[in-house]
């Protein structure tokens, strides 16, 4: 798969997930721009890494998700945005009835309604270059519930619904736009939550991935950052062109219980 030419835009990519579909896109050709809400001297040095090892240019720009100017901004100062991933996400837990509001408020920004504004000001961009795809990162957690999740939960279901309508929006162009849904993700994120769940659980490393965190995933391994990043790169190929508006779960089966 060739997406040589292409200028790709992966919203929260200096690291996890983000940070993986960026590197597949870059070894599949397409020049990436990198973002997250800081701006260090490594986050420049990320995209550097990635532009001396793909061969492609790839850039960093500081953007906060959270507010819908810089959401916009994002796509403008990227100057082409043929490729948009919708990654950028954070969590929080705790029952509804105690659900802090400005956990609430961020939650919706920045993991759904950031996507609104990318998505606005991206298509213009595609349909002038006659070609684009976005691609949501939803959640197995955009398909089914589980307790204590309530502003996740709703922002992942929210982001499969917003995929649906762009989908159907662009449905006679060039353009598709679909959600992957990724169950557990070994991100760095996930392996700093083994030794405390370790501790509390008074078991091995083996034993708590195994029985506690994916408990709910069937094929009881984690998923990659590549498998979501090829999984991106499957959804920009020419075999995909006719999949818009809908999910693809990452998930070892999670969905299927
Ligand atoms: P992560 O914390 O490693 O990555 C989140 C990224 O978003 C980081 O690059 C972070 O800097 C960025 N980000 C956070 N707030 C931001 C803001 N205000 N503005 C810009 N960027 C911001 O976590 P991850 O596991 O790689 O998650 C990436 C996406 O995948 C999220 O949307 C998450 O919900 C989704 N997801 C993760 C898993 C998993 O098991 N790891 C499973 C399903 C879905």
Not at 104 to 128: E, G, K, Q, V, Y
Not at 149 to 173: D, R
Request: aromatic share 6%; hydrophobic share 45%.
């Amino acid at each position: 798969m060739s997406l040589v030419g292409k200028t790709a835009v992966i919203t929260g990519s200096n690291s996890g997930i983000g940070l993986g579909i960026a590197t597949e896109l870059a070894r599949a050709g397409a020049n990436v721009v990198l973002n997250s809400f800081t701006d260090r001297q490594e986050d420049h040095d990320l995209a550097e890494e990635i532009e001396r090892e793909y061969e492609i240019l790839a850039r960093y720009i500081k953007a906060d998700m959270s507010k819908p100017d810089e959401c916009r901004a994002l796509i403008v100062q990227a100057g082409a945005c043929d490729i948009l991933v919708n990654n950028a996400g954070i969590q929080h837990v705790a029952p509804v009835d105690t659900f802090p509001t400005g956990k609430w408020d961020a939650i919706i920004a920045i993991n759904l309604s950031s996507a609104f504004h990318t998505t606005a000001a991206a298509l213009p961009m595609m349909r002038d270059a006659g070609w684009g795809r976005v691609v949501n990162i939803a959640s197995a957690h955009g398909l089914t519930a589980s307790p204590y999740k309530s502003a996740y939960i709703a922002a992942k279901h929210g982001i499969v619904g917003l995929s649906k309508t762009v989908a159907l929006e662009t449905a006679e162009e060039p353009i598709t736009c679909n959600a992957i849904c990724p169950g557990y993700v070994l991100t760095p994120l996930v392996e700093a939550q083994i030794p405390d769940q370790m501790k509390t659980h008074g078991m091995d490393r083996e034993t708590v991935v195994r029985e506690v965190m994916l408990a709910r995933q069937p094929s009881k391994q984690f998923a990659t950052v590549e498998q979501i990043g090829g999984t991106t790169v499957f959804l920009c190929s020419d075999a995909a062109a006719q999949i818009t508006g809908t999910t693809i779960s990452v998930d070892g089966g999670w969905t299927a219980l």
